[in-house]
């Protein structure tokens, strides 16, 4: 009972402190999405054999729906699987706006936000370049808006709130399960689990990351704030997560054999990726 409380007390004041750090930033990148969310949808569509280059840079900007709308424009066959692979490895999800109200240094997030446009790209261009697929003709694309993650219609002001309310609830949660865990287990045993294992970490991570749900990048972020997380393993975890990006595709997309070939496509560049990474940092970063 005593490690229960002391939990909850640690996640609670933690929790606080970072709300309204977590409601500017998501006032930001609603702001963001509101001006310039039409215009980046419409240059990927537009970005032919360069799509994997316009998706890797675009889809690390945080908005709305982004990989969502990629499995669409995939699925009506406006972009190549290159393209989409290249937007789902660079996607950050909820990474950017925890590691900008947990103030992370500046240099750190822009080095993780790099690697996963360079690897990102590298990839897309890699499948497009093996699988010899042809730009697909021009489909009919729905406008969408993501139901989980985006209230676009509510105002900025709300939707803001209400994405702030949302993962705060999931902060606070993963937090009191991270503070349980390290009061009974201990945070240093905790860590040589994971932390010290470049080849398994990254494989868990990137199952947690499989999880199409704001909750894994949530989840695997802070565990790598709270040191329980490689440097590789955590960019494992973020590399494969696509956000709801993957549950869009299956619902969309007909061709099943097909998702499940983009679906092992991302978990294996994803792991491998932190793999290597892992490997060259010595397990951690």
């Not at 930033?25 to 001006?35: D, G, I, N, S």
């Not at 909820?94 to 790209?121: D, F, N, Q, R, Y």
């Not at 956000?243 to 679906?263: C, Q, S, T, Y």
Request: proline residues 3%; aromatic residues 6%.
């Amino acid at each position: 009972m005593h490690e229960i409380l002391h939990a909850m007390e640690h996640a609670l004041i933690d929790g606080v402190k970072l709300l309204p750090f977590l409601f500017l930033t998501y006032l930001a990148m609603e702001l963001l999405e509101h001006k310039a969310g039409d215009k980046v949808n419409a240059l990927v569509s537009r970005s032919g054999k360069f799509g994997p280059l316009v998706g890797g840079l675009l889809g690390v900007v945080p908005q709305c729906g982004f990989s969502a709308a990629a499995s669409n424009f995939y699925a009506g066959r406006v972009i190549t699987m290159g393209t989409l692979l290249a937007i789902y490895l660079s996607t950050s999800d909820e990474m950017l706006p925890i590691l900008i109200s947990e103030k992370v240094a500046p240099g750190l997030i822009v080095k993780i936000l790099l690697t996963k446009i360079l690897i990102g790209m590298a990839a897309g261009f890699a499948v497009d370049l093996f699988l010899r697929k042809k730009q697909p003709e021009q489909g009919h694309i729905h406008e969408i808006c993501e139901h989980e993650h985006c209230d676009c219609e509510k105002g900025i002001l709300r939707s803001a709130l209400i994405h702030t309310v949302k993962i705060a609830f999931f902060i606070l949660l993963i937090g009191f399960i991270l503070e349980l865990v390290f009061e009974v287990v201990g945070e240093e045993a905790l860590g040589g689990l994971i932390l010290n294992r470049p080849v398994i970490g990254p494989i868990l991570a990137g199952l947690v990351g499989l999880i199409p749900n704001c909750a894994s990048s949530v989840a695997i972020t802070e565990l790598y704030l709270e040191g329980a997380l490689g440097y590789g393993a955590m960019l494992a975890g973020l590399l494969v997560n696509a956000g709801v990006g993957l549950l869009v595709l299956f619902k969309v997309n007909h061709d099943m054999k097909e998702n499940m070939r983009i679906l092992g496509l991302l978990y294996g560049i994803g792991v491998v990726a932190g793999i290597v990474i892992s490997l060259i940092a010595g397990g951690d970063m």
